[in-house]
């Protein structure tokens, strides 16, 4: 997980070579070189200790949480309001949740509580109570739920631990798990759950998961396991390893040992050792569950899209009542899009794991799946009230927004996710994508810039850029993707007519004639013949073809009415009556529409503006 950095600081006091060196350890931060970015910090911070902003960002270059915690408590006593700060000491632990600097406040009442307040003296129904409620839960359950459980099934929320499901996102809607720390500790007493970033401070208290694995204590053992248990609880692997190492040497029949070696492995990031430990595990008692479970996560860290439903339905088998079973089994048939069956595994988590958000966070991918975001928000809310630490609610907030076409609330979610998840190519992308659905070509250049930071060779983020600097005019620009997306995306409309405005903005008439052709036959529907004869009369105005300039003018308006703009209608009827008067004599002959041939499907069309054309912009359809 990644440490809380300040990508959108405020202001900082810098100047001259200062602003040169800060954006050299801010790329090397982002680029994933730690320690050069320190090496910069820590110059600038020499030259100027009392700035806050240094300290912000220096932390988040440091390796382990005591280091992070000092540079953003020196941060917080420069500037006792320094939002980054106090948002990253409540991620670490250091700070209690405030409701004035939760990393994103809700911003919307939720509906049922507004009914609820009209209510005589009755208590307000708070968790699942509040989602039962609902009846559009209701009337959505039994759609989801027909014909699998007849009786109906009673669908409640629970409380893992945090650290057990953090989740790594995709371009999809909702993230899917890939590799997770287990909420599982040692010795009798319940621990409360810790996620990756440090012990949670949720604004709203859950339950801590009941241990389920346990360690034999005995006196030969008790002070490596002593040491293991202090080093798990502060995420260091190599010192919890190193610990049960020694606990195997002096009891090599401890089989919690191998287990735990394997979870230590896990969370390190080696999933081959992991699985060696599992395995052994296994091979030493069949019937234990867990191993069963920590093994078919290191396949989904290897491969998310890996097969492992049957080492899950074996380790429900043999541990009926190991809740994190059901509940990674349940995020892989939502991978699967088996949303009757993830419900009924969360069905039974709840049970086993009573209070959990992640219930409510998975149940609420479930439904922005099954197509009903507005639901899918109620439940999202409700995750992030009960873990307000929670990354993935986050991202899935912004996408559900997104879904719901609430821009500015979509935006706020990104922006608060990747603050602390820079590195996440694909919600940048996602990002760009809306900011370019909307029309806000700056911001999804800068996304998309973003997204290439980390993966220079990524063609959507390419594609993006692109499309956003021909709507912008940034000739030089989209000129210096075009080669890329001619290569990229041969068959797709929307890069094919990018490519021939493109080309009209570098002065390129020869060019743009010569990729026309092939952008008016993959029009495939009539809004998207629209913008290719709209830009086809285009381009032959440019070249000084008033007479197959009209022949396209006319095509357009042989279109129906709805397939554009009123604003492209009108300089049509302007432009074809003007060429026909200056050629009295001949009349415009209608070509037939060019044949078109099988195309990528469009993410979005290119609008053209409704001033006279050039080669800037295009009216919106």
């Not at 990393?103 to 109570?129: M, N, Q, V």
């Not at 629970?158 to 720390?181: D, E, K, M, Q, W």
């Not at 080309?503 to 060019?511: D, T, V």
Request: net charge negative; glycine share 4%.
């Amino acid at each position: 997980m990644a440490e809380p950095t300040p990508v959108n600081s405020p202001a900082r006091e810098t100047s001259g070579a200062n602003d040169v060196a800060f954006q050299e350890a801010v790329d090397a931060l982002r680029g994933g070189n730690k320690a050069r970015a320190r090496e910069l910090f820590t110059n600038l911070i020499k030259e100027n200790q009392t700035n806050a902003e240094y300290w912000t960002w220096l932390s988040a270059a440091m390796e382990t949480p005591k280091e992070r915690i000092y540079c953003l408590q020196t941060a917080l006593k420069l500037d006792p309001e320094h939002a980054a700060a106090k948002r990253g000491l409540i991620l670490l632990g250091a700070l209690p949740a405030d409701e004035s600097v939760q990393p994103f406040a809700l911003s919307r009442t939720r509906a049922w509580e507004e009914k609820l307040l009209l209510a005589h003296e009755r208590p307000k129904p708070k968790g699942w109570a509040a989602v039962r409620a609902s009846p559009v839960f209701r009337l959505g359950l039994v759609i989801l739920l027909i014909g699998v459980v007849a009786s109906g099934v009673v669908f409640g929320l629970v409380i893992p631990n945090a650290a057990s499901n953090t989740t790594r996102a995709l371009p999809t809607a909702g993230p899917v798990l890939t590799f997770t720390p287990t909420p599982t500790a040692i010795g009798a007493k319940p621990q409360a759950a810790a996620t990756a970033r440090g012990p949670a401070q949720p604004e709203v208290p859950y339950t801590p998961t009941p241990l389920y694995v346990t360690v034999e204590r005995s006196p030969v053992t008790s002070d490596y396991l002593l040491q293991f248990e202090n080093a798990y609880k502060q995420g260091n692997w190599d010192q919890a390893i190193a610990a049960l190492e020694e606990v195997i040497k002096l009891d090599p029949n401890l089989i919690s040992a191998y287990y735990y070696l394997g979870e230590s492995y896990r969370l390190k990031g080696d999933a081959i050792r992991a699985q060696q430990y599992y395995n052994e595990v296994i091979n030493r008692q069949p019937d234990f569950g867990p191993a069963y479970v920590g093994m078919a996560r290191t396949y989904l860290f290897i491969d998310p899209n890996a097969n492992v439903l049957p080492l899950l339905d074996q380790a429900v088998q043999n541990a009926p009542d190991f809740g994190e079973a059901y509940l990674e089994r349940a995020q892989v048939k939502l991978r699967d899009n088996d949303l009757v069956g993830a419900v009924s595994d969360l069905q039974k988590a709840d049970q086993l794991l009573p209070g959990s958000p992640l219930v409510y966070y998975h149940l609420a991918r479930a439904w922005l799946k099954q197509g009903d975001p507005s639901l899918a928000l109620e439940i999202a809310r409700q995750a992030l009230e009960r873990d307000v630490t929670s990354l993935p609610t986050y991202l899935l907030l912004a996408q559900i927004h997104a879904a719901l076409g609430n821009y500015n609330d979509a935006v706020e979610f990104y922006d608060t996710y990747l603050q602390y998840e820079p590195q996440d190519l694909a919600a940048f992308i996602e990002l760009g994508k809306l900011h370019y659905d909307h029309a806000e070509y700056e911001a999804a250049v800068r996304a998309m810039d973003e997204a290439l930071r980390t993966d220079p060779n990524r063609r959507e983020a390419i594609l993006y850029r692109f499309l956003s600097n021909v709507e912008l005019g940034n000739a030089a620009a989209a000129n210096a993707d075009l080669a890329r997306v001619r290569s990229s995306y041969p068959d797709l409309f929307e890069a094919n007519l990018g490519i021939v405005r493109a080309e009209l903005l570098n002065g390129r008439e020869g060019n743009a004639f010569l990729a026309l052709e092939k952008t008016l036959a993959l029009a495939a529907d009539d809004k998207q013949k629209a913008l290719a004869y709209y830009w086809a009369a285009t381009v032959y105005e440019k070249r000084e073809e008033p007479r197959r300039a009209a022949e396209y003018w006319a095509l357009l308006l042989d279109l129906p009415e709805d397939s554009m703009t009123a604003a492209m209608r009108a300089e049509a009827q302007k432009k074809l009556a003007a060429l026909r008067t200056a050629t009295p004599a001949s009349s415009p002959t209608r070509t037939p529409t060019p044949a078109r041939s099988v195309t990528a499907t469009p993410t979005r069309t290119p609008t053209p503006a409704p001033s006279t054309p050039t080669a800037t912009r295009t009216p919106t359809p």
